[in-house]
């Protein structure tokens, strides 16, 4: 197996890294982030695996813009709402309690 070093990736999606490698093996290519390890599909050929890598990338960097929004959204609707009141403790409740009190 070789390597070839890589050093202007796409972000990765989960580090955000933009160093990686190439790991040739005897039939498959794919990219390697530098920072986190995370992978890349295996491609028949070199150009296939960084093309790939990219694609994902922004594929999953989108998905989580998308979720984060949503959450946003979805948070900002218990926006209006009082803080919870949590039942007051009962003294037996306590996990550990002083002895001779
Ligand atoms: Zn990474």
Redesign the pocket.
């Known amino acids: 197996m070789s390597t070839t070093t890589v050093t202007q990736l796409e972000p ?6 933009t160093q ?1 490698s190439v790991h040739h093996q005897v039939f498959s290519h794919r990219v390697i ?6 992978c890349g599909p295996r491609c028949r050929t070199q150009e296939q695996a960084l093309l790939q890598w990219e694609h994902q990338s922004r594929e999953l960097r989108l998905e989580k813009t998308i979720e984060n929004r949503l959450l946003l959204e979805h948070l900002s609707n218990f926006g209006d709402l009082p803080p919870p009141v949590f039942p007051a403790q009962r003294e037996n409740s306590l996990p550990f309690r002083r002895l001779n009190s």
């Open positions: 990765c999606p989960f580090c955000g890294g990686g982030c530098k920072t986190c390890n995370a």
